[in-house]
């Protein structure tokens, strides 16, 4: 059974993550920078950077929320970035953010399931998405399309969190996620249930080598697993 926010809901996954993210949307950077520490900020710049020798010019961000990672996507110097998401919440606060830093230009944010993306077959140089595909309702389908979308000789980076299997790091992050982290998230955002589902989704999203076993499945190749401070999160390529 799929891990959902809302357990007193019946609806599917899917449309969980959208009324959460909705419902999250202004607390999200303060709450995403906060509760890592800044630390995320950095593992987008590492993400980036394994991207930056395929000089991509045409890039796609799924799950962009607030565009985060589409802006530091902007390092690459490509011609275009598109980004889709599923929360309207969360990319009108992203839509806000580029006008202020006048970037509307460069990136342009759609709505877009990340499962049936609204575009044709080999169409992008890059596929980049953060902390996202955790929340597919099928995480295969979900790769599946992205290596659809992609162009021959593309490359996609996942960035995704992880779980630490070494003491004392494993005890800690555990600690943290079940007893910290939700407390918070509470509080700031207001929603009794979204930062008790993200260690929740973390707990039993297939990571490390059953993530790349995925990856390869639905045709990707060339893949590979970088995992970063001491596996709380992993970053994982693969290319078309």
């Known amino acids: 059974m799929a891990v959902v926010p809302y357990k007193d809901q019946n609806d ?41 020798p395929e000089n991509p010019k045409l890039v796609l961000d799924i799950a962009t929320g607030t565009a985060d990672f589409a802006i530091e996507a902007l390092r690459l110097n490509p011609d275009k970035i598109i980004g889709v998401d599923i929360s309207e919440g969360m990319l009108a606060v992203g839509r806000e953010k580029l006008m202020r830093k006048g970037l509307t230009d ?18 992008f140089d890059a596929i980049t998405v953060a902390f996202g595909v955790r929340n597919f309702e099928n995480l295969e389908k979900g790769l599946a399309d992205m290596y659809r979308v992609l162009k021959p000789g593309g490359t996609a980076v ?56 995925i ?18 999160s992993s970053i994982y390529i693969g290319k078309k």
Do not use: C
């Open 106 to 123: 460069k990136i342009e944010l759609r709505y877009g399931d990340s499962e049936n993306l609204p575009f044709e077959d080999n169409t």
């Open 12 to 52: 599917d996954k899917k449309s969980q993550v959208a009324t959460m993210f909705n419902n999250i949307a202004g607390k999200y950077d303060f709450l995403n920078h906060f509760l890592s520490a800044g630390i995320d900020i950095v593992w987008r710049k590492k993400a980036v950077s394994l991207l930056a």
């Open 158 to 213: 996942v960035l995704e969190f992880s779980k630490p299997r070494s003491f004392p790091m494993k005890q800690l992050y555990q600690f943290y996620f079940k007893n910290i982290l939700p407390v918070v998230g509470k509080i700031v955002s207001k929603d009794n249930a979204a930062y008790t589902y993200l260690p929740e989704s973390v707990q039993v999203f297939p990571d490390g080598q059953d993530f790349l076993n």
């Open 215 to 232: 990856y390869q499945k639905v045709g990707f190749r060339s893949t590979k697993w970088h995992s970063l401070t001491f596996g709380i």
